[in-house]
């Protein structure tokens, strides 16, 4: 069992950057790949960016590539988002997710789920 609990989000103006954190609990956090995702007001949940269990692979979505980055300290059980040169189309909840396995950018193969956190980009 993970227990998922995100933070960070806020109103923030185009072009600022927003770092957002996740702490899990459970003793086998680092067996999970770890995953972040955004559903913005009447759109889908979609992949944002994910990283393996032990750190060293990760994927991004190509809208976020070189302005966002994810990362994960094992020892401390969290998993964080630096998200850089944020547009208004960044605005949605931002979800960290468990996944037991390998990597996916399917939200319904992922097991764990914290509430969300809220990201809002002004223009």
């Known amino acids: 069992q993970v227990q998922l609990v995100e933070s960070g989000g806020g109103l923030v103006q185009a072009g600022d950057s927003l770092r957002l954190s996740c702490a899990a609990s459970?003793?086998?956090?680092?067996?999970?790949?770890m995953g972040w995702f955004r559903q913005a007001p009447g759109k889908e949940r979609e992949f944002v960016t994910g990283i393996s269990s032990s750190g060293g692979s990760t994927v991004y979505a190509d809208s976020v590539k070189g302005r966002f980055t994810i990362s994960r300290d094992n020892a401390k059980n969290t998993v964080s988002l630096q998200m850089n040169s944020l547009k208004p189309e960044d605005t949605a909840a931002y979800y960290c997710a468990a996944k037991s396995g390998g990597y996916s950018r399917n939200s319904w193969l992922y097991d764990y789920w914290g509430q969300g956190t809220q990201v809002t980009v002004a223009s």
């Open positions: 459970g003793r086998t956090f680092s067996r999970y790949f």
